[in-house]
Nanobody, 123 residues
Framework: QVQLVESGGGLVQPGGSLRLSCAAS????????MGWYRQTPWRQRELVAT???????NYADSVKGRFTVSRDNGKNTVYLQMNLLKADDTGVYYC?????????????????WGLGTQVTVSS
């Protein structure tokens, strides 16, 4: 089994910065893609940013130029540096690990989600 543990959320003023972290632990053999999604009561869960094991990144248009996703493959950890935060960035941020293989079952791929971390941008 694989667990994703997020950290780094909180309350920040508009224009401020936060850094989220997500570490995958457990029976991990490889993770093809890791990333972040966010959800609010008035908006479905949406992609924020993803990064592959080779370092290829993908961003939502709304965060381009402000957010940076990075990854430490050796630690199975993904980060999201969020700068110039806006009120519209408020939401629960979920970590995702996609196309995960495990040591005990390296021939099948699974997807996992973290429990989410709250980000609130408000003055």
């Amino acid at each position: 089994q694989v667990q994703l543990v997020e950290s780094g959320g909180g309350l920040v003023q508009p224009g401020g910065s936060l850094r989220l972290s997500c570490a995958a632990s457990g029976n991990v053999f490889s993770i093809r893609s890791m990333g972040w999604y966010r959800q609010t009561p008035w908006r479905q869960r949406e992609l924020v940013a993803t990064i592959t094991s080779r370092g290829n990144t993908n961003y939502a248009d709304s965060v381009k130029g402000r957010f940076t996703v990075s990854r430490d493959n050796g630690k199975n950890t993904v980060y999201l540096q969020m700068n110039l935060l806006k009120a519209d960035d408020t939401g629960v941020y979920y970590c995702n690990a996609d196309r995960v293989t495990t040591i005990s079952d390296p021939t099948h791929e699974y997807a996992y989600w973290g429990l989410g971390t709250q980000v609130t941008v408000s003055s």
